[in-house]
């Protein structure tokens, strides 16, 4: 090999390395950060102090003559209870179900085992962080849709977060342009972002515990990537 050769092997081989040593990095971060988040949140609502704040962005969301209207055209209203479905539990059974058979027929079984980790154990977390924390729906707007589990965190948004966010990194491995990349990554936090806004705007959860859902679903999710790499590479020495 030539000295030309070798040193574009070199270079690649640091700009590879740098790579990946910004990702874990940046995963990293977002774990600490939402767990830190969620920590402070949690607090917070367990001592009160954020029900004026979460009870004035429902209600300004509301007819000041009527609670039981939302702002906006009656169309807004019927696309966010098609938004909010999203991250319920049929949907995401349904994704889940689907891209675990898709990856076992790519033999990618190791993503397979990550999607199916982040999302049980999201789903398993999610309920036992509302029953530990057992904070009630709101009452100060009437529901535009049934519900019946607590309310801290939102499920919806935590579980939206896990699954979107996991299965967008997913994609993004495997997509060799930087543009595609971004645009996956940019489209399922967008998909976050609005599942958690519709929970509020249809008054059945304080924006507080969707909050505290995006900040403990990213920390899983980043928690489920890393771990999911830390076995890969074991795998490899």
């Known amino acids: 090999m030539n000295t030309p050769s070798k040193y574009l092997k070199l270079k690649n081989t640091i700009k590879e390395l740098a790579h990946k040593e910004i990702s874990i990095l940046i995963v990293s971060f977002v774990m600490v950060f939402g767990i830190w988040l969620f920590i402070i949140i949690s607090e917070a609502v367990v001592e009160g102090s954020t029900q004026s704040f979460d009870e004035w962005v429902l209600t300004s ?10 702002k906006g055209p009656l169309w807004l209203e ?38 199916l980790a982040a999302t049980i154990g999201g789903t398993l977390l999610s309920f036992g962080l509302k029953e530990l924390i057992g904070r009630e729906r709101p ?27 996991t299965q967008a990194s997913l994609l993004a491995r495997i997509e060799p342009l930087r543009i595609i990349k971004i645009y996956i990554i940019i489209f399922a936090l967008f998909l976050t972002f609005i599942i958690g806004f519709s929970r509020v705007y249809l008054g059945v959860h304080y924006p507080t515990d969707v909050i505290g859902g995006w900040a403990v679903g990213s920390a899983w999710a980043s928690f489920c990537w890393m771990a999911a790499r830390s076995i890969q590479k074991k795998r490899k020495i």
Not at 80 to 106: E, N, P, R, S
């Open 78 to 115: 019927e696309t966010m209870v098609d938004i909010t479905a999203l991250g319920g539990g049929t949907v995401i059974f349904l994704i889940t179900t689907f891209v675990v058979l898709f990856l076992i027929l790519k033999k990618e079984y190791q993503s397979m085992w990550l999607v």
């Open 139 to 165: 009452t100060v707007v009437i529901h535009l849709m049934k519900v019946t589990s607590l309310s801290f965190p939102s499920g919806h948004s935590m579980m939206s977060a896990v699954l979107y966010l």
């Open 61 to 70: 969301l509301r007819d000041m003559q009527n609670k039981g209207i939302p």
